[in-house]
């Protein structure tokens, strides 16, 4: 065996970069949901919770370069991405809706949840799915 497969090559950097990137991810999501937002809300507050422990818990095992760690990531970054689309077009509605409905008062929120929404995307959308397409076997790609 070659010393490159032994410590994992370069799939086994990819996957220590990957595993930085979610500690990253888990640790400002987290921080996102107990400090940044000023009102508690139980459903934000659970579902960003969880996402973030998946995300911190993922990225440890990609970076110890545990057996599941591959399998574990996928389903973390699953579970992000369909609560980032969700998400996303849940205040994309919103946004429609406040709009249409009481014009020029509503654009004003309309335009905050559409900037909420455009910052949610590169870390609930665009992320899980690099991840997901980065985490596939070279041959399924």
Do not use: C, E, N
Request: no cysteine; glycine share 14%.
């Amino acid at each position: 065996m070659s010393d490159q497969s032994k410590s994992g090559g370069a799939g086994g950097d990819r996957r220590r970069v990957m595993g930085g990137l979610d500690l990253a991810a888990g640790a400002l999501l987290l921080f996102a949901v107990w400090v940044a937002l000023p009102l508690r809300w139980a459903p934000v507050d659970v579902v960003g919770t969880l996402l973030g422990l998946g995300f911190v818990a993922s990225g440890a095992l990609l970076v110890r370069g545990h057996r599941a760690a591959a399998r574990v990531a996928k389903g973390v970054a699953g579970v992000a991405l369909a609560v980032g689309v969700a998400t996303v077009v849940a205040l994309a509605f919103t946004v429609g809706s406040l709009h249409g409905l009481y014009g020029p008062v509503g654009k004003g929120g309309a335009i905050i949840l559409f900037v909420v929404a455009l910052l949610l995307v590169p870390y609930l959308v665009v992320f899980p799915a690099a991840q997901l397409y980065f985490l596939l076997p070279r041959r399924d790609r």
